[in-house]
C-alpha cells in the first residue's frame, strides 16, 4: 500500500489541525492505517491507528482525547484530526499500513508532514 501524508503546518498551542493519509488504493478490510510521529532525537512512536474494514481505533495515551482517526472509505483516505495542540505535539507526521496496529509492513515510510506547535 503506498501511503502519502499531508496537512501539516504551524500552528499555536491550543490550536488544531487536520492531516490527509491518502491511499494509492483501497486498502483490504483487514489493514490498520496507522499514524506515527517523530519529534527531534526520538524514537517514532504511533499516535493512532484505525482498522479499515472495522473501524476500530487505537490511540495512545499522549493523544487520547485530542486526536480523532477516521477513515473516508469513498477517498481511500485516513485522517488524524488534532486538537487542542500542544507543543510536545510538533514532530513529522507519517502514515503506515499493516495488519496489526500500530506496524508499519505493508508500506514504506514517505517524507511525512510537518507539525511545528508553538508555545
Known amino acids: 500500500v503506498q501511503l502519502q501524508a499531508s496537512g501539516g503546518g504551524l500552528v499555536q498551542a491550543g490550536g488544531s489541525l487536520r492531516l490527509s493519509c491518502a491511499a494509492s488504493g483501497r486498502p483490504y478490510s483487514s489493514h490498520v492505517i496507522g499514524w506515527f510521529r517523530q519529534a527531534p532525537g526520538k524514537e517514532r512512536e504511533c499516535v493512532a491507528a484505525?482498522?479499515?474494514?472495522?473501524?476500530?481505533?487505537y490511540y495512545a495515551d499522549s493523544v487520547k482525547g485530542r486526536f480523532t482517526i477516521a477513515k473516508d472509505s469513498a477517498r481511500s483516505s485516513v485522517y488524524l484530526q488534532m486538537t487542542s495542540l500542544k507543543p510536545e505535539d510538533t514532530a513529522i507526521y507519517y502514515c503506515?499500513?499493516?495488519?496489526?496496529?500500530?506496524?508499519?509492513?505493508?508500506?514504506?515510510w514517505g517524507q511525512g508532514t510537518q507539525v511545528t506547535v508553538s508555545s
Open positions: 503506515a499500513a499493516d495488519t496489526s496496529p500500530c506496524g508499519s509492513s505493508l508500506s514504506k
Open positions: 484505525i482498522r479499515w474494514g472495522s473501524g476500530r481505533q
